[in-house]
């Protein structure tokens, strides 16, 4: 018995130390790693009964936002069997939780959140014996624009990306050429009055200047050389208190490489949680790309 206690002190002290703490599946796990001097947090989420070389989803916060553990991916994932992790952006130059995009107050920040993102990636699918092929990214807001931002850059982590009521900004449109094609999917409202669905070129909002959606969306629909677009309406799956979403499914046969917008009629800057069940429409878009 003392000796089996002794080691079970042993073994925490060791899992302190290198800061992993058991944990029973189907719980949030603490983590971090330092990537170009900053430590970076992050919580994972595993379901019940997670099988080596399952998916893993990383989601993202909007700006000034932080970890939120009841994310509408958490439920898909013990439905459907993947993990989640949920990272914490770092302080920009406003003391604001975020994501570096390129907003104009963040022109001195000096964070690659590509790389880091990219970095714990592939940290948590080595650790948790997670797919190395089978990686999304989603998120909200400024995560939605991180995920834009990531579809651009030259990244070979990420198989599909997903923003919900993001933007891409009209300087990553201008000065970059995504190297090659990559999944998209959107979920935006058209009365969003933070992230307007017509575009703010003006920058009337402080943020910079950004595309329309219908643009932004238009360049994955020609980047992916997408040849079929069909739509369905459907109503709000909450009855009055959502809105009625038009799905615009374009196709590719070339590539493989579809892009889905769901344009939320009247949605408002939200996951759009009360609209349709945004967890479990994003993981459809991604298990159409599990290899």
């Known amino acids: 018995m003392t000796t089996r206690l002794s080691i079970k002190i042993l073994t925490m002290a060791v899992a302190l130390m290198l800061g992993v ?20 947090h992050w919580e994972m989420y595993l379901p019940d009964g997670l099988p080596a070389g399952a998916p893993l989803v990383v ?21 459907h069997g993947f993990a989640v992790c949920i990272p914490q952006g770092l302080k920009d130059p406003e003391g604001q939780p975020s994501w570096n995009v390129g907003y104009p107050f963040q022109q001195s920040w000096q964070v690659d959140d590509v790389k880091a993102l990219c970095r714990i990636a592939r940290h948590v699918q080595k650790r948790h014996h997670l797919s190395r092929k ?54 935006h409202g058209t009365e969003d009055r933070v992230s307007e669905w017509t575009g703010d070129m003006d920058n009337k909002g402080g943020w910079g ?69 945004t967890g479990e429409e994003v993981w459809r878009f ?5 290899k």
């Open 21 to 40: 703490l058991p944990c029973k599946a189907g719980a949030f796990v603490a983590d971090s790693l330092k990537v170009d001097g900053q430590m970076r």
């Open 59 to 79: 989601i993202l916060h909007g700006y000034g936002a932080g970890i939120w553990r009841e994310n509408p991916m958490v439920a898909a994932a013990d439905r």
């Open 134 to 187: 089978n990686t999304f990214l989603t998120g909200m807001s400024n995560g939605g624009e991180m995920c834009y931002l990531m579809a651009y850059s030259k990244q070979d982590v990420f198989s599909a990306v997903a923003p919900i009521a993001g933007l891409t900004m009209a300087w990553i449109y201008e000065t970059k050429q995504a190297p090659h094609p990559i999944p998209l999917m959107e979920i």
């Open 286 to 290: 991604f298990s159409r790309y599990l």
């Open 209 to 277: 200047a950004y595309l329309p959606v219908p643009v932004a969306i238009g360049y994955w629909v020609a980047r992916n050389r997408c040849t079929q677009e069909t739509t369905e309406r459907i109503e709000s799956l909450k009855g009055a208190d959502g809105h009625p979403i038009i799905k615009h499914h374009y196709s590719s046969s070339t590539t493989g490489c579809d892009v889905w917008l769901y344009e939320v009629m009247g949605g408002v800057h939200s996951w759009h949680t009360t609209d349709l069940d």
